[in-house]
C-alpha cells in the first residue's frame, strides 16, 4: 500500500507535488556578500547590497553556497561551476559580480524582492517556480541520490525510504519528493551538510540530495555512501525575474556561447571529474 503511494509519488514528481511556492517565504534569511567571512551558525545577518541599478555598476547573483561544486566556500570567497558562468554572464553585461549568499528556500523570495539579479544555485526547473520566476535554458542534467550509512543494507533504493527518518535541504526538489511521499519521515535542513552530519550520528537513516554534491558530501568518508540508483531527473537553470526578458536573453546568449566556445567544457573539467 505504503510502497504503491511512493511509486505513485514518484510517477508524478514534477508535477502537483512540486509545490515550492509553499516553502518560499519560510526561515530566516542568511545574507551576506562575499567580502564578509562566513556569518557563524544559526546567525541570521542581513548586509545591504543593492541590487544594481539599469547602468549600475554590480549584477548579483544569489545563491546558497552549501552546494559543492555549483557553489561553495573557499576561504572566504564562494567559488564552484555556477559561480563560472555568473562571472561570464556579468562580463558579458559589463558590471562586476556579487553574490549574495542565503538560504535556498528563500532565493525565490529575494528574486522577486530584487534582493538579486538572478539565481544560480543549482536550481531545477519545475512547473511551480515556472510559475514564479522566468528560466534560462538548462545548462545542466541533475538527478536525485540517496546516502546512506556505509554499513546499511535497508536501504537500496527510493522504495527503501519508507519507514525512513530523511534528511533533505529546506525547499529543494529533494525535500519536495521526500514531503510528498506517504510513509517517510522527512526531516528539513537549512544546509545539507548538516543533514550528512546528522546521518553520521545516527539521526536519520538516509539524506536525499542531487548527484555531484552528493559525491562531494562522501568524499573521503568511510562510513557514509551514495546508493547507485538515481531516482529523479532533473535540469538546473538560471533563474531571472518573471518579465526580466532582457537579461534572460543575454543568459542565453552566454550558456550557448560558453558551449560553443569550449569554455564550459574547461569549466567543467574544473569542477567535476572528467570521465562523465
Ligand atoms: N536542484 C535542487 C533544487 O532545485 C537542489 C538545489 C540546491 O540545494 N541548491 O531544488
Not at 119 to 132: C, D, L, N, P
Not at 136 to 153: H, W
Request: aromatic residues 6%.
Amino acid at each position: 500500500m505504503k510502497k504503491n503511494k511512493l511509486l505513485k509519488a514518484l510517477a508524478v514528481i514534477g508535477a502537483s507535488v512540486l509545490t515550492i511556492g509553499m516553502l518560499a517565504g519560510c526561515g530566516s534569511v542568511a545574507s551576506e556578500s562575499t567580502e564578509t567571512p562566513a556569518a557563524t551558525e544559526g546567525t541570521a545577518e542581513q548586509t545591504e547590497t543593492p541590487v544594481a541599478e539599469e547602468g549600475g555598476q554590480y549584477i548579483v547573483m544569489g545563491t546558497n553556497a552549501e552546494f559543492e561544486p555549483f557553489e561553495y566556500r573557499d576561504g572566504d570567497n564562494i567559488v564552484g561551476f555556477d559561480v563560472e558562468i555568473a562571472k561570464a554572464i556579468a562580463a558579458k553585461t559589463g558590471k562586476e559580480l556579487k553574490i549574495e549568499d542565503m538560504s535556498f528556500d528563500t532565493l525565490i523570495v529575494g528574486l522577486n524582492n530584487e534582493q538579486m539579479d538572478f539565481i544560480a544555485a543549482g536550481m531545477s526547473v519545475t512547473e511551480e517556480r515556472k510559475t514564479q520566476v522566468d528560466f534560462s535554458e538548462p545548462y545542466f542534467k541533475s538527478k536525485q541520490m540517496i546516502i546512506v550509512k556505509a554499513d546499511d543494507d535497508s536501504i537500496t533504493s527510493a522504495e527503501g525510504l519508507v519507514g525512513k527518518k530523511v534528511g533533505v535541504q529546506l525547499g529543494t526538489t529533494g525535500d519536495l519528493f521526500v514531503s510528498g511521499t506517504d510513509g517517510v519521515e522527512v526531516v528539513q535542513f537549512d544546509k545539507a551538510p548538516l543533514a550528512v552530519m546528522d546521518l553520521k550520528n545516527g539521526k536519520v537513516d538516509a539524506v536525499v540530495i542531487d548527484a555531484e554534491p552528493a559525491k562531494k558530501l562522501v568524499e573521503g568518508q568511510s562510513d557514509i555512501k551514495v546508493l547507485d540508483v538515481p531516482f529523479i531527473e532533473e535540469e538546473y537553470a538560471i533563474a531571472v525575474k518573471k518579465g526580466d526578458a532582457e537579461l534572460l536573453s543575454t543568459i542565453n546568449e552566454v550558456i550557448k556561447e560558453l558551449k560553443e566556445n569550449g569554455e564550459y567544457d574547461k569549466i567543467y573539467g574544473q569542477f567535476f571529474d572528467s570521465a562523465e
